[in-house]
């Protein structure tokens, strides 16, 4: 088996991002060791303090959150980072090239319940002399993404990333500390029988996601002629790495539960990273609308809907949009 290392530089990974990539990895080795901890070293359970999104923080996210960007901030390689526990982005190394996205810990309402979660993060260039402190500098689409991944932490540590060079999936040797190849190419199935979505929200979701979904509900007696299987692991990093294992569709679609909150998933830390991964792996990422790598950006804590995965089923959700 091959480490990350190696495997990156033979896909033409420059020097910085692979010492970029392999900071935000140490961090994440640490933070595979205290979730593994769980209540034996007091890291569950929620602080008094809310996010700037109005979310309780659970004391994981911001040791998450703080482990993250104390590396990132040391390494001298990000010219600035922005994460969902801060609530503006914070300035780095003036003199670096890169800029990062990340969602420290996603999931975190399953933190207690020692069930999966996972970190996201997305790596774009910094314009070339561009203030540290200019909050716009994030405000890039998601096809300017150079690097995206996420770390699950479940039964074991696995990590799946891309450099736009295909989506390739390590899992974590806690004996060496390394990520060992252990998919050469993830390849979602262009078809599938199986879905993933909150479904208490249904009486929230607008007409065409009710259709459709009502559509796979309905069985192979019903206009899609084949039964559909349903999975929710309540947190984004499960239900995708399940796609890019075995395809699926993954879906957060927009509702009216809270006017003022019509989506759910961020655009900059949750929804590019994935929809690079989704993509480089032969699915589709998409907001019903639009392409999901297409949406210029106007805020560091924007959310969009999310439909993704398996490419045909996608694109059979699609259908009931247009
Ligand atoms: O609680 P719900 O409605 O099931 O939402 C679960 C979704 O929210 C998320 O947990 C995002 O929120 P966090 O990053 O704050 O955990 C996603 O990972 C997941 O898909």
Not at 13 to 24: D, G, K, P
Not at 192 to 216: C, G
Request: hydrophobic share 40%; charged share 20%.
């Amino acid at each position: 088996m091959r480490r990350l290392p190696p495997v990156l530089i033979d896909d033409g990974c420059s020097r910085e991002l692979l010492s970029l990539i392999r900071t935000i990895l140490a961090a994440c080795k640490e933070i595979s060791f205290r979730v593994g901890q769980g209540a034996l070293s007091g890291v569950l359970g929620s602080t008094l303090d809310e996010n700037i999104q109005g979310e309780t923080q659970k004391k994981l996210d911001v040791l998450s959150n703080q482990l993250l960007k104390d590396i990132l901030l040391e390494s001298g390689y990000v010219k600035a980072i922005a994460s969902e526990e801060e609530d503006y982005t914070v300035a780095g190394n003036p003199d670096a090239e890169y800029i990062v996205a990340f969602d420290p810990l996603d999931g975190s309402s399953n933190t207690d319940i020692n069930s999966l979660v996972g970190t996201i993060f997305s790596i774009m260039k910094a314009p070339h002399g561009s203030d540290p402190a200019d909050q716009t500098i994030f405000m890039q689409p998601g096809h300017q993404q150079v690097a995206a991944g996420y770390v699950l932490y479940g039964p074991c540590t696995t990590l799946a990333l891309t450099i736009g060079k295909g989506t390739r999936i390590f899992t974590l040797d806690k004996t060496h500390g390394s990520f060992m190849l252990t998919e050469e190419f993830a390849k979602i199935p262009e078809d599938t029988k199986e879905f993933a979505i909150n479904a208490s929200n249904q009486r929230h979701w607008q007409p065409a996601m009710q259709n459709y979904v009502n559509d796979l509900l309905a069985g192979d007696t019903g206009p899609r002629g084949k039964n559909f299987n349903m999975r929710w692991i309540a947190a984004m990093v499960g239900d995708v790495h399940r796609v890019l294992c075995r395809g699926g569709l993954f879906t957060y679609p927009a509702d009216t539960k809270d006017p003022n909150k019509p989506f759910k998933l961020r655009l900059l830390y949750e929804a590019n990273p994935m929809a690079m991964l989704v993509e480089q792996a032969g699915g589709i990422a998409h907001t019903g609308e639009q392409r999901i790598l297409d949406i210029d950006p106007q805020e560091i804590h924007q959310r969009v809907p999310v439909i993704l995965g398996s490419k045909n089923e996608v694109e059979a959700c699609l259908g009931y949009h247009k």
